[in-house]
């Protein structure tokens, strides 16, 4: 079972600030609930026939990618993997989760405009590569976090004082 889920959508449906507010709780994927009591999520593997099938040509497709782990434990959603055939096209083992919407306190990563070249979308990396790039992205994430509260003063270091008593 993959880690990360992965959904496409128009850049119109998904909020400018998704991922920078995502750890306040109040923003959250809604989906094709409407029209089905789950929301359809891909494995990378059928992220390229579903952009090719449902968003052809179109400019303004994001790409968000959701932890699985997330969406179980901390949203309390249920993730099942059932036999279907997609709108996309194809039929198969496809990732439906149940229990309302996704939170974007679920997103595993920024969601990314995807760009287009000869007509066919271009995708980041995804699956154990994603996993891999993402450990990145949070360290860097982290580190930028701590520049907007450096004061440029030396920092603390307890042993200097304790070598004065």
């Not at 997103?107 to 070249?117: G, N, V």
């Not at 066919?120 to 450990?135: I, Q, S």
Request: with cysteine; net charge negative.
């Amino acid at each position: 079972e993959p880690e990360v889920l992965y959904r496409l959508a128009l850049k119109a449906d998904i909020p400018e600030d998704a991922w920078r507010t995502r750890l306040q709780w109040t923003g959250a994927f809604v989906g094709d609930q409407t029209t089905n009591k789950f929301i359809s999520l891909l494995t990378a593997g059928q992220l390229a026939s579903a952009a090719l099938t449902m968003f052809e040509g179109k400019t303004d497709v994001m790409l968000l990618s959701f932890t699985v782990e997330s969406m179980r434990e901390e949203a309390d959603l249920k993730v099942k993997f059932e036999a279907a055939e997609a709108e996309s096209g194809g039929t198969g083992a496809f990732a439906h989760v149940y229990g309302g919407v996704i939170p974007y306190a679920c997103l595993y990563s920024a969601p990314a405009l995807l760009a287009l070249e000869d007509g066919k979308h271009v995708f980041p990396l995804t699956g154990a590569a994603a996993v891999a790039a993402g450990m990145l992205v949070s360290e860097k994430e982290a580190y930028e976090s701590d520049a907007g509260t450096d004061d440029g003063l030396e920092p603390f270091n307890q042993h200097k004082f304790d070598e004065d008593d």
